[in-house]
T-cell receptor, first 109, second 115 residues
Framework: GQQVMQIPQYQHVQEGEDFTTYCNSS?????IQWYKQRPGGHPVFLIQ?????EVKKQKRLTFQFGEAKKNSSLHITATQTTDVGTYFC?????????FGKGTSLLVTP | GAGVSQSPSNKVTEKGKDVELRCDPI?????LYWYRQSLGQGLEFLIY????????KSGLPSDRFSAERTGGSVSTLTIQRTQQEDSAVYLC?????????????FGDGTRLSIL
């Protein structure tokens, strides 16, 4: 399957600071899906990117898919305590979704 | 509407016992997935069902693991002769029919602890 690596594994920021997590692959990806998992919760779908160079925004969240479709990023502007959780990227290999190990975000008030 | 429902929410059992985990997908969703999430780890794909097609079992870690989906709806994941390394949260997800890859909707999972 299409393996995706996520960095960093953990990130601790002060409320109001920005945050970015990266998803990288050595092969061209068919798509990228991003999910958020709150502590004790289940993953919740955020967005899907399929086009080279695609950029999508959801309020303070900006998602990018690289021109070569080998990497993606999720950027959060001015983090809030509600952003706490683990952010996963995943890419489809057929119908199976291969997830990265996630980036856990901790936001201190 | 109702989301993906999994039962039990927690299961504690002794090593060597068999366990059965249940997943009720969202009504109308044709695709169903099982994942395993160990403490602090990512989501490990186990098995995928799509309609009446043969399931994709490529992620099952051993022949102790099996799953079935009856009537294209409810699914059960069975682990035989459980081992301590099977301890994890088992997540089920479903997705609607449609062109291309669809978002997956996850249940709350079953937390399995093997003593």
């Amino acid at each position: 399957g299409q393996q995706v690596m996520q960095i960093p594994q953990y990130q601790h920021v002060q409320e109001g600071e920005d945050f970015t997590t990266y998803c990288n692959s050595s092969t061209t990806l068919s798509n990228i899906q991003w999910y958020k998992q709150r502590p004790g919760g289940h993953p919740v779908f955020l967005i899907q990117l399929v086009k080279s160079g695609e950029v999508k925004k959801q309020k303070r969240l900006t998602f990018q898919f690289g021109e070569a479709k080998k990497n993606s990023s999720l950027h959060i502007t001015a983090t809030q305590t509600t952003d706490v959780g683990t952010y996963f990227c995943g890419s489809n290999s057929g119908y199976a979704l291969n997830f990265g190990k996630g980036t856990s975000l901790l936001v201190t008030p | 509407g109702a989301g993906v429902s999994q039962s039990p929410s927690n299961k504690v059992t002794e090593k060597g016992k068999d366990v059965e985990l249940r997943c009720d997908p969202i009504s109308g969703h044709t695709a169903l997935y099982w994942y395993r999430q160990s403490l602090g780890q990512g989501l490990e794909f186990l098995i995928y069902f799509q309609g009446n097609s043969a399931p994709d079992k490529s992620g099952l870690p051993s022949d102790r693991f099996s799953a079935e989906r009856t009537g294209g709806s409810v699914s059960t994941l069975t682990i035989q002769r459980t081992q301590q390394e099977d301890s994890a949260v088992y997540l089920c997800a479903s997705s609607p029919p449609g062109v291309g890859n669809q978002p997956q909707h996850f249940g709350d999972g079953t937390r399995l602890s093997i003593l």
